[in-house]
Structure formats: structure tokens, C-alpha cells
């Protein structure tokens, strides 16, 4: 506070960086935090280093909000190294997006080494992935379907777009009902009979899985541009 004080007396507009401001912060003083640092950042460029992805969202909420520019980086190690930079965020913290383009990363290298794995470890790997997958759903289904109205990590809801739930017809809902149920029949976390011996769909079906859900999110976005 006493800092943020003294820089709106300054005259320079050097960068910023700020190193986990709010870790002994509540959620409500954090928010403010977030808005205030995207003031700073109408003016200078501000780095934020954090951990904690509630803090980072509302980072970019605000952001979004205000019109100002915001990028994002994810910085991880190694036992070995540290300071290796990812454009994307880690898993909990991706948008569809990018989450859709991970998955067909991961059903390629599949593709790619599928010749070389017993039907055991790929079953793995295609449990592993499906998982992934069932989650990406949910995932668009909060960001897209609802247009982020309502988001888990959020203390509030955004009701500007509720309109666009018009766009949410009992096709798409059916379809992403559909998808969804398909993913739960491989995930990993279930416990399949000895006497089934499933074998996961191959590396091809991965893909199409990839572009079901792509298509799926594009053609909900496609609707609610018309609604706007």
C-alpha cells in the first residue's frame, strides 16, 4: 500500500515487478490488488511473478476489462535446470485453446511412437489422455458454453453475457453430452472389469476426439456472434 502510495506521486515510468504481492492477502484484497496493478499497467509495463492462478485470473479479468494487453508465461524446472519458460500456462491455468492444441500435440507423439508400445502401456497413455480430454470439456463447457458468467475460482457472477446462453441449443448441449460420456468410458480413474480387457481407441480416434471438441467450441462461438 505504502508502495503503491508513493508511485502515484512519481513522475517516471519505468517497469514494475512484483514478486507474489498478495501471498499473506484474502481474496478480496487481492482482487483489488489485481485492478489496481492493471491501472499501473495503462501506463508501464508491470511483471508479476505468482503461484497462485485465482490471483493470476483476476489479473486477467481486470485486464480484459480495462483494455490492456496481457500476456502470460509459465515458468518451470527440472531437477536439473530452472527458468524454463512455456508460452503456455500449466494445465489448471490453460484456456480451451490452448488445452485443444496440447491434446493434439500429445494424440500426434501417440501416433508417432504407437508402434513401439505394448497394448498395455498404450492403454495407459490413451487413459491418461482421455482424462485430459473429459476435463477439456468441462472446461469449455465454463468457458464457452457459459460464456465464463460463472467461474469456480470466482467470488462473482458476470451476467452481461447471459444472453448468450440462448446460443446453447438442445443439439450443441446433446453433442457435448455425447462427447463428454464417451471420455468417461476410458478415463483412468475408472476400475474396468478383468473379463472386458478394454483396448483403448488408437492414436487416429485421439485426433478426431481433438477436432470434435474444436468444432464444437467454434461452432457455439459462431452462434453466439450472431446473438451479439
Known amino acids: 500500500a505504502a508502495f503503491f502510495a508513493e508511485l502515484a506521486t512519481s513522475a517516471h515510468k519505468s517497469a514494475l515487478v512484483f514478486d507474489d ?3 499473506s492477502l484474502d481474496h478480496d484484497w487481492r482482487h483489488k490488488v489485481a485492478n489496481r496493478l492493471v491501472e499501473e499497467a495503462k ?13 493470476l485470473n483476476d489479473i486477467e479479468d481486470c485486464a480484459e476489462n480495462k483494455g490492456v494487453e496481457f500476456a502470460s508465461r509459465h515458468l518451470m524446472r527440472t531437477p536439473k ?10 494445465w489448471d491455468g490453460m484456456k480451451i485453446d490452448a488445452r485443444i492444441d496440447a491434446l493434439e500435440k500429445e494424440a500426434r507423439q501417440l501416433r508417432d511412437i504407437r508402434d513401439d508400445l505394448t497394448q498395455e502401456t498404450y492403454n495407459e497413455k490413451a ?10 470439456w468441462e472446461r469449455a463447457l465454463e468457458e464457452i458454453g457459459l460464456c465464463r458468467i460463472v467461474v469456480r475460482h470466482r467470488d462473482y457472477i458476470n451476467p ?13 448441449c446433446e453433442s457435448w453430452y455425447n462427447h463428454y460420456s464417451n471420455c468417461c468410458d476410458y478415463v483412468s480413474a475408472h476400475d474396468t472389469s478383468r473379463a472386458r480387457n478394454q483396448s483403448l481407441p ?3 480416434q485421439l485426433l478426431q476426439e481433438c ?8 461452432n457455439v462461438k459462431e452462434d453466439q456472434k450472431q446473438i451479439s
Open 21 to 23: 504481492p498478495v501471498s
Open 43 to 55: 501506463m508501464r509495463q508491470v511483471i508479476v511473478f505468482t503461484h497462485d492462478l485465482v490471483f
Open 81 to 90: 535446470i530452472v527458468g524454463l519458460v512455456n508460452d503456455n500456462l500449466p
Open 127 to 136: 487413459g491418461s489422455f482421455y482424462s485430459k480430454m473429459r476435463a477439456s
Open 160 to 172: 452481461k453475457d447471459i444472453v448468450k446462453l440462448s446460443a446453447l441449443s438442445k443439439t450443441s
Open 202 to 204: 488408437e492414436p487416429a
Open 211 to 218: 477436432n470434435n471438441l474444436s468444432a464444437w467450441v467454434k
